[in-house]
């Protein structure tokens, strides 16, 4: 039963987060924000929704910060897995698009996050601000600088023009988001304590029970919105979306931090949560050599690479 409640709650989150994208699709189209912005930010805030009610509700309400670690980086080399998949089966289309080179450059500050990490579970950084671990504020700084970068965007990638049918104004658009939003929010506090339910039958730690069950649910908004993007050859948003989202999950573990008063969030006790955390570091870099390199067999190779990556951790 307890498996069916799962399924269920992780297909509501994917609906609920797929009406979302379509208001922020709408949003995209009625106002004259940027494609990178669009997808860099407001998409990738969007679809990172399942992510941080997880990841608070597991450490303010079942006081387990394994499962949100486990959950956000698994999150994120699960999203860079599914780039890299999509890339080497659309890359005919792919092979043939000019990415914004904000993408290179958020994607270089996602790879400081994860060094900010490693440095805090060397002991290097692992030290407080006012009950606020240093990393945490490190990383906050970095997602400053990707609003930059992504924000001053001026919309020079040429990407196919969708002629806007709808007849809902911005305000009519921004009310259904918001009622979504709030679903989102339900069903991604409850599929957090289903997922310890399933790590104690399992006998899973929780690093593990966070990177698979809730990293992989709360990661599907991304899977079919970016699939989504890829079958209308937007490749530009549908990259910004996966950057995007690796690098505001980040900033879900500094928010963790903050509210988990008195407690650090960087839980290491879990061995698979190191891996993934080394893994993850890894992948970051191969999706770079992608988005940096026009060579076919270097961008394909390097996306086998990030797959081999995520392919290692569950095996390791």
Excluded: W
Excluded at 14 to 23: D, E, F, N
Excluded at 115 to 139: E, R, V, W
Excluded at 168 to 186: M, N, Y
Aim: aromatic residues 10%; hydrophobic residues 50%; glycine residues 8%.
């Amino acid at each position: 039963m307890i498996y069916i409640e799962y399924i269920l709650l992780a297909l509501g989150v994917v609906y609920l987060s797929g009406k979302a994208s379509k208001y922020v699709d709408l949003l995209d189209k009625k106002t004259t924000l940027s494609g990178a912005f669009i997808g860099g930010v407001m998409l990738s805030a969007v679809t990172s929704l399942p992510e941080v009610f997880t990841s608070v509700s597991s450490t303010l309400l079942l006081d387990k910060p394994g499962l949100c670690i486990g959950n956000i980086l698994g999150s994120n080399l699960f999203n860079i897995a599914v780039l890299a998949t999509l890339i080497i089966v659309f890359y005919k289309g792919f092979s043939t698009c000019k990415i914004s080179k904000g993408h290179l450059k958020v994607s270089l500050l996602v790879a400081l996050m994860y060094g900010a990490m490693l440095l805090n579970y060397l002991d290097i950084l692992n030290f407080d601000i006012f009950t606020i671990s240093i990393t945490s504020i490190i990383i906050v700084i970095i997602y400053g600088f990707a609003i930059k970068y992504l924000s001053s965007e001026n919309g020079e990638v040429s990407e196919e023009e969708v002629e806007d049918t709808s007849d809902l104004t911005v305000k009519q658009v921004l009310i259904r988001f918001a009622a979504v939003s709030v679903g989102i929010i339900a069903l991604s506090i409850l599929i957090t304590f289903v997922t310890d339910k399933i790590s104690i039958e399992l006998n899973l730690g929780a690093g593990l029970a966070g990177a698979i069950f809730l990293g992989i649910a709360t990661s599907l908004p991304e899977l079919s919105s970016t699939y989504a993007l890829f079958k209308i050859k937007n490749y530009n948003i549908a990259i910004g979306n996966i950057i995007g989202s690796n690098i505001f999950n980040f900033t879900i573990l500094s928010l963790a931090d903050m509210v988990y008063v008195g407690q650090g969030i960087y839980d290491y006790s879990d061995p698979k949560t190191v891996n993934l955390l080394v893994f993850g570091t890894l992948a970051t870099f191969f999706s770079m050599i992608v988005l940096e390199n026009k060579n076919k067999l270097v961008r394909i190779g390097s996306s086998c690479m990030v797959l081999v990556c995520y392919a290692l951790f569950l095996i390791v």
